[in-house]
């Protein structure tokens, strides 16, 4: 794998960068309401994925845990993320599991992408489109994963739902900092997330989507859209399902009630997390 620049900004906004530097990230998926993220996100990529060896583009990466699960699969996975000191750990951690090596890991923009065309099988967008803030770029980034992916091909895209902050202030009750209340409303408002205070528990420069937004995001970008899943749906709030997660019965009660729900539109809004689930044209 190549040497990365020193430069840690990358392509993100220096606040950005900035939030991400102390490279918790890493170890995000761990811990708390995010362990329901990344088991509902493992289970939904599986359920529609080609089978291995196909080729991935993990676009935005970040320090590569679905590349490292992925790779371990049998999956030919190249990682691409903004900001330079996540492909560093993707790349160190990578290296630690020699038997599931990743096929590259670079430093890159989702809008403009390295790859050849129709070269892919399959493209995850775990962390681009919030990251992207106007609308044009996010419909660059969707349109550079239709270019790099052979015809009939999946794409996985994911967002912050707009409702993510209003109903995280209420479960660990934070309406009490009059800036979270405001960052939270015009989350509601606009869909534009920023944290003039850097608290670093209010999240950093973000576009969080209306439901619908995602699909209609989706199908602008020429992309066939297929569903639009809540990955965490309501389960984040309960902290009863946060303090028994690692114990596997009440786990997979859980997870099955929010397959029966993953589609309901009336209930998408109350997920942290939306997942789009796309096809190129054939």
Request: glycine share 8%.
């Amino acid at each position: 794998m190549p040497d990365q620049p020193a430069d840690q900004r990358g392509f993100l906004p220096d606040e950005a960068a900035a939030h991400y530097a102390s490279g918790y990230e890493a170890e995000r998926l761990m811990g708390g309401g995010s362990r329901i993220e990344l088991a509902r996100t493992q289970e939904i990529v599986l359920r529609y994925a080609p089978s291995p060896p196909a080729v991935v583009y993990d676009i935005g990466g970040g320090p590569g845990v679905y590349a490292r699960w992925l790779a371990g699969l049998g999956y030919t996975v190249y990682l691409l993320d903004a900001l330079p000191l996540h492909v560093e750990q993707a790349r160190r951690a990578a290296e630690q599991r020699p038997g599931a090596p990743l096929a590259s890991a670079t430093v890159g923009d989702a809008r403009r992408l390295p790859f050849a065309d129709a070269s892919g099988d399959l493209a995850l967008l775990l962390g681009p489109l919030y990251h992207l803030t106007q609308r044009a770029d996010r419909l660059a980034a969707l349109r550079e994963a239709r270019r790099v992916l052979r015809p009939g091909r999946l794409v996985f895209a994911a967002a912050i739902s707009r409702f993510a902050s209003t109903l995280d202030g209420l479960r660990q009750g934070l309406y009490d900092d009059p800036d979270f209340a405001a960052i939270a409303a015009r989350d509601v408002r606009e869909g534009q997330h920023r944290n003039p205070t850097n608290h670093p528990d209010y999240f950093t420069t973000a576009y969080f989507h209306h439901p619908d937004e995602l699909r209609a995001e989706v199908e602008d970008a020429g992309l066939i859209h297929m569903a639009t899943l809540a990955v965490e749906g309501p389960a984040w709030l309960a902290q009863w399902v946060l303090d028994t997660w690692d114990d596997p019965v009440p786990r997979e009660r859980v997870l099955a009630t929010l397959r029966m729900i993953e589609a309901e539109p009336s209930l998408l809004g109350a997920s942290a997390h939306l997942l789009a689930v796309a096809r190129t044209p054939s």
